[in-house]
């Protein structure tokens, strides 16, 4: 059986979602998951980051935006990976993602890192995202 993905927006995409849940076979799984972040959150998540790279340093030394994005991931609780290296020298790292942050999951992540941020000394050229509004309309 192939992975089947449904966004419940409408009355039909929920029609096909029961159908392909009667349909599924004996220990199929299923995972019901909130809404995916939003496109303002993205953009919200990379402004903080891009300030936090340009002003803070770690461990001695500057990091761009996306390695911030690792460190922060990491320090918010996300798992962190290493394979060992094809040749048998040390460990690859295999890089967390963001993308699967549900809105909710989004707007912790966002209040984290402000927070983290402003303890370290940063500041933000949008204010952090204490008033910043979740999907689900409840304040951040």
Request: overall charge neutral.
């Amino acid at each position: 059986m192939e992975r089947q993905y449904f966004t419940l927006s409408t009355p039909v995409a929920r029609s096909n979602c029961l159908r392909a849940l009667h349909d599924a076979p004996e220990g199929a799984r299923v995972q019901i998951s909130g809404p995916k972040r939003s496109g303002d959150q993205n953009a919200k998540m990379w402004a903080m980051l891009t300030d936090v790279a340009r002003q803070l340093q770690h461990g001695g030394r500057f990091y761009d935006a996306d390695s911030w994005k690792y460190i922060f991931l990491q320090a918010f609780g996300r798992e962190t990976r290493f394979l060992p290296a094809l040749d048998g020298n040390g460990f690859v790292p295999i890089p967390q993602s963001s993308s699967d942050l549900s809105a909710r999951e989004m707007s912790d992540f966002l209040e984290f890192v402000a927070a983290e941020g402003t303890q370290r000394g940063v500041v933000f050229s949008d204010p952090p995202p204490k008033t910043w509004r979740r999907q689900d309309g409840e304040a951040a």
